[in-house]
């Protein structure tokens, strides 16, 4: 991967502040108060997001004065590769990222015919604490800035070459615990200044917060929504997934229909199905009667293997019953297929630490 220069991880020196946390009203409002016009904030950010400058100095069309002045008022730092990890089976890229504070955060690259998709995160760890999952064994660190979410895409961009097509805030963290944070990034990545990626192929993965949801349907742009709901058993929906224990399903369900009411847009539900827990009859039924009548599609998910869980994969049978019934039913459905498993890649496997062998 080509060498980027980084602040020292000792972040932000005293009196600076970060230009990866201003979101694109904030960068826009910043050149307004050094007096600018305009259109400086658009080279801004292109010089940020679609070329990756690394110092002030590099972005020779803004006036000398202007990046002088910049230079003393922010700080610009890009993330520093600490380790990638191949998969050798399907070509997924996992990286591990030290910011400028010294935290780490993954990420994903999925590769295929026509398509390369990042996987981003949007918080160092997680506070939602799902059973199954590896990031939250760690805890919560701390919400990303904009900057820092979107220069994980483009880095990984970067590193495979290519551009990106798709990028999906379904890594580390709960996007809508960083809400502002997390729009503002979208809106660089979709910006044709940022990383041009069109806003359908920008999806959020959600635990189901309600008021981020509402918010989002309030957004212009058509960003692409997934809920993580993993069992339509309040019960079992509960253990699982205590972090939206105060929401119970019966809103989420609410705040969904008025969600694809009033966008036109599709949700998709991501169901990682653990053996013995939410692959049983009850919970197909359950599942079959949440969906009903709901612009939806649900991603079926056998559940990966994670150390310090008890989670095991059902049976193939099982998970092509559950994908059958709810054909039946008139729901569209799919098996997901996981990427990067053998790097400790895919959905719910990241976990912020070196590997083993790095």
Same mark, same amino acid.
């Given at each position: 991967?080509?060498?980027?220069?980084?602040?020292?991880?000792?972040?932000v020196?005293p009196?600076?502040?970060s230009?990866?946390?201003l979101g694109?009203?904030?960068?826009a409002?910043a050149m307004r108060?050094?007096?600018?016009?305009?259109y400086?904030?658009?080279?801004?950010?292109?010089?940020l997001?679609?070329?990756?400058a690394?110092?002030?100095?590099?972005?020779?069309?803004l006036?000398? @004065?202007?990046?002088t002045?910049?230079?003393?008022?922010?700080?610009l730092?890009?993330?520093?590769?600490?380790?990638?990890?191949?998969?050798s089976?399907?070509?997924?890229?996992k990286?591990?990222?030290?910011?400028?504070?010294?935290?780490?955060?993954e990420?994903?690259g +999925?590769? =295929?015919?026509s398509?390369l998709?990042?996987?981003f995160?949007?918080?160092?760890g997680?506070?939602m604490?799902?059973?199954?999952?590896?990031?939250?064994q760690?805890?919560?660190?701390?919400g &990303?800035e904009?900057?820092?979410m979107?220069d994980?895409?483009?880095?990984v961009g970067?590193d495979?070459?290519?551009r990106?097509?798709n990028?999906?805030?379904m890594?580390q963290?709960e996007?809508?615990?960083?809400?502002?944070?997390t729009?503002?990034?979208?809106?660089?990545m979709?910006a044709?200044?940022?990383?041009?990626?069109?806003?359908?192929?920008?999806?959020?993965s959600?635990?189901?917060i309600?008021?981020?949801?509402?918010?989002?349907?309030?957004?212009?742009?058509?960003?692409? &929504?997934a809920?993580?709901?993993?069992?339509?058993?309040?019960?079992?929906?509960?253990?699982i997934?205590?972090?939206?224990?105060?929401?119970p399903?019966?809103?989420?369900?609410?705040?969904? +229909?008025?969600?694809?009411h009033?966008?036109?847009?599709?949700?998709t539900?991501?169901?990682?199905?653990i053996?013995?827990?939410?692959?049983?009859?009850?919970e197909?039924?359950a599942?079959v009667?949440?969906c009903?009548g709901l612009?939806?599609?649900?991603?079926?998910?056998?559940?990966?293997?994670?150390?310090?869980?008890?989670?095991?994969?059902?049976?193939?049978?099982?998970?092509?019953?559950?994908?059958? =019934?709810?054909?039946?039913?008139?729901v569209?459905? @799919?098996?997901?297929?996981?990427?990067?498993?053998?790097?400790?890649?895919?959905?719910?496997?990241?976990?912020?630490r070196?590997s083993?062998t790095g």
């Amino acid at each position: 991967m080509p060498p980027e220069r980084n602040a020292d991880a000792s972040g932000v020196e005293p009196g600076r502040v970060s230009i990866k946390g201003l979101g694109p009203d904030a960068l826009a409002d910043a050149m307004r108060e050094l007096g600018e016009p305009a259109y400086r904030a658009g080279q801004l950010r292109r010089w940020l997001y679609r070329d990756g400058a690394v110092t002030f100095d590099e972005m020779t069309d803004l006036p000398a @004065s202007l990046r002088t002045r910049l230079a003393h008022r922010f700080d610009l730092a890009l993330p520093r590769l600490v380790e990638r990890q191949v998969s050798s089976t399907d070509g997924t890229r996992k990286y591990l990222w030290r910011l400028a504070d010294g935290v780490t955060v993954e990420s994903v690259g +999925i590769p =295929a015919a026509s398509r390369l998709t990042v996987c981003f995160s949007t918080q160092a760890g997680c506070a939602m604490g799902c059973a199954f999952c590896a990031t939250g064994q760690g805890g919560y660190v701390r919400g &990303l800035e904009p900057g820092e979410m979107v220069d994980q895409v483009r880095m990984v961009g970067v590193d495979f070459g290519e551009r990106v097509t798709n990028a999906v805030a379904m890594g580390q963290g709960e996007p809508f615990a960083d809400y502002d944070s997390t729009l503002a990034a979208l809106r660089f990545m979709n910006a044709p200044d940022g990383l041009g990626i069109g806003a359908r192929h920008l999806t959020i993965s959600t635990c189901g917060i309600l008021s981020g949801i509402e918010r989002l349907a309030t957004e212009p742009e058509q960003f692409t &929504l997934a809920v993580s709901l993993h069992s339509a058993v309040q019960a079992t929906r509960d253990r699982i997934m205590p972090g939206v224990r105060a929401q119970p399903l019966t809103a989420l369900r609410e705040t969904l +229909i008025a969600y694809t009411h009033g966008t036109g847009r599709r949700v998709t539900f991501e169901f990682a199905l653990i053996a013995g827990v939410n692959d049983t009859p009850a919970e197909l039924s359950a599942l079959v009667a949440f969906c009903s009548g709901l612009l939806c599609h649900v991603n079926l998910i056998p559940v990966n293997p994670v150390v310090s869980t008890a989670s095991d994969r059902p049976a193939e049978k099982t998970v092509r019953a559950f994908q059958r =019934a709810l054909a039946d039913a008139g729901v569209e459905t @799919s098996v997901r297929v996981e990427r990067g498993a053998d790097i400790d890649a895919a959905c719910g496997q990241l976990t912020q630490r070196r590997s083993e062998t790095g």
